[in-house]
């Protein structure tokens, strides 16, 4: 049985930690200028993905 693949564009947008995924946060790559420095700050901070999609993260991932 050959291996399983990883998919490419998940293993760019999610990071594994200890029991956790991490993700990015949207609204923070271009026209700032009209954001508030606490939105800024807030969206700077670590995200994770929801309990509901952890499986289908981890599909993509190939983790068990």
Avoid: E
Wanted: aromatic fraction near 4%; charge should be positive.
């Amino acid at each position: 049985m050959p291996k399983m693949k990883t998919n490419r564009g998940a293993a760019k947008r999610f990071k594994c930690k200890k029991n956790l995924i991490k993700r990015g946060s949207a609204f923070r790559s271009h026209i700032l200028t009209k954001k508030s420095p606490k939105r800024k700050a807030q969206l700077k901070s670590p995200h994770f993905v929801h309990s509901a999609n952890l499986d289908s993260v981890k599909n993509l991932l190939c983790q068990a």
